[in-house]
């Protein structure tokens, strides 16, 4: 599997993803998926399933150093007190003693943003967190992080796939340099029945799934996070790493419309700002 390294990360491209995953079920999916090879686990403090992930990964035996982890401080959380005690709670639950990436999960309208990225910073000296980032920040916000208070932001997380381009954000991400860890990359299953994902899937010999998977996997710097519970579905979504997909499929995965979001909830920032 190819490994991010940009910023000193060292991410796998493709990961598991376990919002709404919860009990015996959450771990049994992440024991299934590092026997299966997958080294890179998201979670996050809102998904209440830390424990369970921690579970999951103790009970796999793989070497710490081995695993990158990613989990999130919720937007309610962000003042320094609240911030450092949902870094310790993360730590306890996941049985570990730092993560590979923290990231501020949504923005917050009434958040003081430079102090949670000092706080966030702070936990990068202490060792808590190896790297920090962002998730779900608009251009705004991000240059606000990056120019102004210049937190070292790492990577960036967002809702990215073949029916959602974020033109703005993903120039100014790239231009920055940034890894970018894609959430929701199978729209949230809404690719199954899409007439032309399912054309070219049916050319490959793949799965509508497989194909967006390769279409993000195929981009530099771009980690894909799809949620699985089945073992069967983690494999299919490893195979994605073999699916090549020629000139003809990518313009016509380019063809589509790239406005469909799958995540907008009340408390989104405003997504076209840029400052």
């Known amino acids: 599997m190819n490994i991010i390294t940009a910023n000193g990360l060292r991410m796998p491209q493709l990961g598991l993803g376990t919002w709404r995953m919860s009990g015996r079920e959450c771990q ?21 399933n830390e424990t369970e992930v921690g579970a999951g990964i103790a009970a796999s035996g793989i070497r710490r150093a081995d695993l990158h982890i990613t989990t999130k401080v919720w937007n309610q959380n962000l003042a320094p007190e609240r911030l450092r005690a949902a870094m310790a709670a993360s730590l306890e639950q996941l049985r570990t003693d730092y993560v590979d990436l923290y990231l501020i999960h949504w923005p917050s309208p009434d958040m003081n943003l430079p102090a949670a990225l000092e706080t966030m910073m702070s936990f ?94 195929r981009q530099k710097d771009v980690a894909a996070i799809p949620k699985s519970v089945h073992r069967e579905r983690q494999q299919e979504n490893l195979r994605a790493l073999d699916v090549v997909l020629d000139e003809d499929d990518l313009a016509a995965i380019e063809a589509l419309p790239k406005n469909h979001r799958c995540v907008n909830p009340a408390f989104a920032p405003a997504w076209d700002a840029t400052g």
Request: glycine share 6%.
């Open 28 to 48: 049994e999916a992440v024991e299934s998926a590092l026997a299966l090879g997958y080294r890179n686990i998201d979670t996050g403090q809102m998904y209440a």
């Open 124 to 217: 990068q000296q202490q060792g808590k967190a190896r790297k920090i980032g962002v998730a779900n920040f608009n251009v705004a916000l991000l240059r606000q992080s990056i120019e102004q208070v210049r937190a070292p932001i790492a990577a960036v997380q967002f809702e990215y796939h073949v029916l959602l381009r974020q033109p703005a954000l993903l120039d100014y991400v790239r231009a920055q340099g940034l890894p970018i860890m894609a959430y929701s990359p199978l729209a949230k299953g809404q690719l199954a029945d899409h007439a032309v994902v399912r054309k070219i899937a049916d050319k490959q010999g793949a799965t509508a799934s497989q194909i967006a998977l390769a279409w993000l996997l």
